[in-house]
Structures are given as structure tokens and as C-alpha cells.
């Protein structure tokens, strides 16, 4: 049913029930050019097709003709025609509808229970993401338990590390012994020409990092002067 909003008609609506939908499809508007087979061949490319034959008797537009199709399961009839109704087939636009009428009572028990099904699967997955989003803790996975097996090889695994770890250490301080230190009277060298230069060389850096001391604190000794001289 169309709505006309400021003088243009708007889309139309359908509403497709149960009893509306049917596994029987008749495609109108298709080209009288005897391609029945590739009519069949596009349509099941959308589920299988148990027959599809040309309906003679069927008032259609002139250089049109219309076709019935039988598919196999319903879902694959609703699918096919949401996806080929006004699809352009070799030039035509394809007006496709259901055909309950062709229906057996076989055939709507089939559809019916089908149906029923369906409607079943869609509330008891809702019903789990209800169940889900209240208990989150569901979804957790319970904790593994090491085993004895599992816990020897770790205190093994660990206790070979520590082992490699001290005799490491061991073997850092025998390639690396400590460092002895030496008492500045003590002498070096063998020669007594040499100790005595070291001497020397002891002897003026003393005296050099002696002044540098006194020239640090002898500015904070002096005192400030006072500035007596009388402003105008």
C-alpha cells in the first residue's frame, strides 16, 4: 500500500506471512526467447530446483513468458526471490512471487513445521545470550591443575638453573679475582730512581689539591663590608 507525501506516492510495503511463502515460485516478465535452461540455471544457483517449466496458459505481456519453479526447501525459494525479484534477466526485469496455491496438504505441514522449528531455534538462542550477558562467570574456563609429573620437572627445570647460576658466578671470580688496593707509601717499583719520581709526582698533587681547598674556602671566610659612605 503506497503513501503519497507531498504529491508522489511512496514505496510499497509487502508483508509476507507463513501462509504467504511457499517453496513454488512463478517468474513473470521473462523474454520469449526459449531460455528456460538458463532461467533454471540462475535460480539454482540459490538452492535446488526441482522443477522449472514454462506455464502456457498464464496471461502475459506480449514477448514475455512466465515460468514455475519447484524448489526443494522453502529457505531456498525465499532466499531466490529476495535476490532475483527485479533482477535483469537478458535485458527484462523479473517479477517473481510465491504460489501457495500449488501447495499440497503434504506440503504445508511441511512448511508449517518448518516454521516451527525455525521459531524455536530463534528463542532459545536468545534465551542463551540472555543467560550469558546475566552470568558472565559462565564463560570462564575452569583452571588446569598441574600434575605431579608436571610439578617435578618444574623443581628440576629450576633447580638446574640455580646450579648453573652458581657455578657461573664461580667461575666469574676465578677469571676475574679482586682488585687489591695499594697504600700510597708503599712502593711500586723495584728501582729505587723510579719510587722516588713517583714520590714526587705524590708530592705535587698533594700540594695542588691542598690550594685548590684553601682557594674554596677562603671567599666564604671573608667578610662582607659594610658600606658606611653617606647618601645625598
Known amino acids: 500500500m503506497g503513501r503519497e507525501r507531498d504529491g508522489e506516492e511512496g514505496p510499497a510495503v509487502r508483508v509476507y506471512t507463513v501462509c504467504d511463502e511457499s517453496r513454488y515460485l512463478i517468474v513473470r516478465n521473462v523474454p520469449a526467447l526459449g531460455c528456460g535452461h538458463d532461467l533454471q540455471h540462475l535460480f539454482a544457483s540459490y538452492g535446488d530446483v526441482e522443477e522449472c517449466k514454462p506455464m502456457d496458459e498464464?496471461?502475459?505481456?506480449?514477448?514475455?513468458?512466465?515460468?514455475?519453479?519447484?524448489?526443494?526447501?522453502?529457505?531456498?525459494?525465499?532466499?531466490?526471490?529476495?535476490?532475483?525479484?527485479?533482477?535483469?534477466?537478458?535485458?527484462?526485469?523479473?517479477?517473481?512471487?510465491?504460489?501457495?496455491?500449488?501447495?499440497?496438504?503434504?506440503?504445508?505441514?511441511?512448511?508449517?513445521?518448518?516454521?516451527?522449528?525455525?521459531?524455536?531455534?530463534?528463542?532459545?538462542?536468545?534465551?542463551?545470550?540472555?543467560?550469558?550477558?546475566?552470568?558472565?562467570?559462565?564463560?570462564?574456563?575452569?583452571?588446569?591443575?598441574?600434575?605431579?609429573?608436571?610439578?617435578?620437572?618444574v623443581s628440576e627445570a629450576a633447580s638446574s638453573r640455580q646450579k648453573g647460576s652458581v657455578e657461573s658466578g664461580l667461575t666469574y671470580s676465578e677469571k676475574n679475582p679482586p682488585v687489591t688496593m695499594v697504600c700510597s707509601n708503599q712502593n711500586y717499583f723495584s728501582s729505587p730512581s723510579m719510587n722516588n719520581t713517583v714520590q714526587l709526582v705524590r708530592e705535587k698533587l698533594d700540594k695542588i689539591q691542598s690550594s685548590s681547598n684553601n682557594i674554596q674556602v677562603a671567599p666564604a671566610s671573608k667578610k662582607a663590608r659594610v658600606d658606611n659612605r653617606r647618601r645625598i
Do not use: M
Not at 88 to 94: E, I, K
Not at 140 to 145: F, G, K, Q, T
Open 58 to 153: 498464464e496471461d502475459c505481456e506480449p514477448y514475455t513468458d512466465v515460468y514455475w519453479i519447484k524448489f526443494a526447501l522453502i529457505s531456498n525459494a525465499r532466499f531466490a526471490k529476495k535476490k532475483l525479484d527485479e533482477f535483469v534477466f537478458l535485458g527484462n526485469r523479473l517479477k517473481v512471487s510465491y504460489a501457495p496455491h500449488f501447495e499440497t496438504l503434504a506440503d504445508t505441514k511441511e512448511k508449517l513445521e518448518c516454521r516451527r522449528k525455525e521459531v524455536l531455534a530463534r528463542l532459545r538462542s536468545g534465551k542463551n545470550k540472555v543467560t550469558t550477558a546475566h552470568n558472565p562467570d559462565s564463560l570462564s574456563e575452569p583452571l588446569d591443575v598441574a600434575s605431579p609429573l608436571q610439578v617435578r620437572h
